[in-house]
Every structure is written in C-alpha cells, then in structure tokens.
C-alpha cells in the first residue's frame, strides 16, 4: 500500500472510532421527528407522515442494531457505511478499466 | 437535514426527481473520469469521510442537533461534480440502508446537500482562492456551502403547508412554514453546523496537503 493510502486508512479509521461522540447528542435533527414526536409538538400528526410508509424496509434503521448497545451498534454502522462506500467506489474504477 | 419519507408532497418531489437524474448521470460521469489509479484512495476514503462525519452530531440549545456533511472537501479536490456525486452515493447508501433522509425524498436531499453545498464551495474557493489565508478560504467555503444547502432544505420543508391542508385545516406535508423553517434550519447552520463544516474542511484539507507534500518521491495527481 502507497503511504498516502496508510494514512488514509488510519484517517478513516481514527475517524470511526471516535463517531460514538455524535451520540452525545440526544435531540433528533430540527424537522427530522418521529410522527410521535409530531404528534406531542402539534396534537396531530399530518396525514402523509403518518401514513407514508419507507419504499422497502431498511437494515438498520436510525444506526441501531437489535440486540447491540448504542456504542456497538454505531461503530458497526460506521464501518458498514465505509465499506459500502469503498465497495461502490471499487465498482466504479473496475467499470472504468474495464470500458478503456 | 435529511428530509424523512412522507414530509414532502409529490409536487415537490417528483419535478425534483425528473431534475436530479440528468444532473447524476452528468456527475456520475464526471467521477468515472475522475476516478484514476492515483486519486482513488484520496476520493473513496473522503467520500467514507463524508459518511462518518455525518454520525457525528451536535448537541445545539433547543434539544436538536445536526453535523457537518464534508461537501466541501471533495468539491475543492476534485471539482463540484464528483463532490456532488460522492455526496449523493453516501446519502444513497443513508436512505437505503439506514433510514436516515427518505428513499422517495432522495432527489432533495441530493439537491441540495449533493450539489448546491458542492457547487457553492467549489465556486466560493475559486473565487477566493489566493486572495486571503488559504485556511480561511476552506473554512468559508464549507460553511457557505452547507448553509445554503440548508437555505433550500428550509424553503423546500417551509413550502409543505401551503401544498396541502385536509378537512380539518392541518396541514399534510411538513407542518410548519417559512418563517420557522429558514430561523430554525438556515439560522442552525450559520451558526453551529456551519462552522463544524468549516473547520472539517480546514483541517482535512491541510491534511491531504501535508501527506501529499511528505510523500514528494511519489507524483500524487488529483
């Protein structure tokens, strides 16, 4: 591996370990509530946010794995998300080399 | 900022969707280009950065939070349309796998975080660039970048009442309007996600500098 690569790796993986500091955050995004959380602002939860369901099930809704503590289950997202993102990346220089 | 399933009406939406697919085929071909044996560590581990760097959020005053979203990085480092594409594919992967910001909202979010934080650094950093401290230069080219991906977010949530009240008089959509929406979102990022968004594009930016400098013996193109 080229030292710029070390560095990154040890970049990125700095990086994820310390993402159990965003959870010191306990408030949700402005405007990104539950319908529950509508519902005890408004009284009333708006029709299409209560009804509109996802377009398919996600795999691990808001970065919490079942059965897995909140600092686990934020490093194994953080290393899905890196991986996912480094396996598309792969793609597209493989797409690449292989059109020239 | 990343808008949930459901808080848009289809009016918004799908004109948006029609709008974002030539925009990522454009961006998409632009980092195919871009993509090369040297660049790629630095473009997939900034776009895995962008990733992170969202998970960490901010405790604000109100009981909310929000993050940086590291547009601004790739779009200095490899121009507007990979920043725009890299920031896509991340909030791509948010939606689908995480729940974070709505699969049938995706082309919004991607707007706005995707391209006008990307197209805005990128253009605020060739503007500035040379004329005053380079690390100012970065720190102001990620918070405008950020803060006006927000200033779209806050109008798009901000238009919902108006395009849709039920029998009862609520509103459908996002509840409230434009003069909640810009205070709370724009007023958040001028203040706090703005400057995160900025000293992240300091520090990286100087960073990818230095290893590249300390690696001289290797010709590093971007």
């Known amino acids: 591996m080229s030292r710029n690569g070390k560095y990154l790796v040890i970049f990125i993986l700095s990086v994820v370990v310390l993402t ?14 539950s319908p529950e959380e509508i519902k005890a602002m408004l009284g009333y939860v708006p029709e299409s946010i209560a009804t509109t369901k996802p377009l398919i099930a996600t795999l691990i809704p808001d970065y919490e794995i079942g059965g897995l503590g909140a600092l686990a289950s934020t490093w194994v997202s953080a ?16 797409s690449v080399k292989r059109a020239s | 900022m990343h808008i949930p399933d459901g808080f848009l009406s289809p009016v918004t939406y799908i004109p948006a969707t029609i709008a974002v697919i030539p925009l990522l085929v454009i961006a998409w071909k632009k ?9 790629f560590a630095f473009l997939s581990s900034l776009t895995a950065f962008s990733f992170v760097i969202m998970m960490f959020n901010i405790p604000i005053p109100g009981g909310t939070s929000g993050h940086a979203i590291g547009a601004a990085i790739l779009a200095i480092l490899f121009g507007p349309w990979v ?13 689908l796998v995480f729940g974070d910001g709505g699969l049938s909202v995706f082309a919004l979010n991607s707007l706005a975080m995707g391209f006008v934080a990307s197209f805005v650094a990128f253009y605020l950093h060739k503007l500035l ?12 080219a990620g918070w405008s970048g950020i803060v006006a991906a927000s200033a779209v977010i806050a109008v798009v949530l901000g238009m919902q009442p108006l395009l849709g009240i039920d029998a009862a008089g ?15 979102i724009v007023g958040s990022h001028i203040l706090f ?3 995160a968004e900025g000293i992240a594009t300091m520090l990286v930016l100087r960073f990818i500098e230095k290893i590249k400098n ?9």
């Open chain 2, 31 to 39: 980092t195919k280009e871009a993509i090369t044996d040297e660049s």
């Open chain 1, 20 to 33: 159990p500091l965003g959870l010191m955050a306990q408030g949700p995004a402005w405007g990104e509530w």
């Open chain 1, 79 to 94: 290393i899905i998300g890196v991986g996912l993102v480094f396996v598309v990346m792969i793609g597209i220089k493989k």
């Open chain 2, 83 to 95: 920043g725009a594409f890299c920031i896509s594919l991340t909030l791509f992967i948010q939606a």
């Open chain 2, 193 to 195: 996600f703005g400057v």
């Open chain 2, 129 to 140: 660039d040379g004329r005053i401290k380079k690390s100012v230069v970065s720190f102001v």
């Open chain 2, 214 to 222: 300390t690696n001289s013996t290797k010709e590093v193109a971007l």
């Open chain 2, 170 to 184: 609520h509103p459908i959509y996002f509840p409230f309007g434009l003069n909640v929406t810009i205070p709370a």
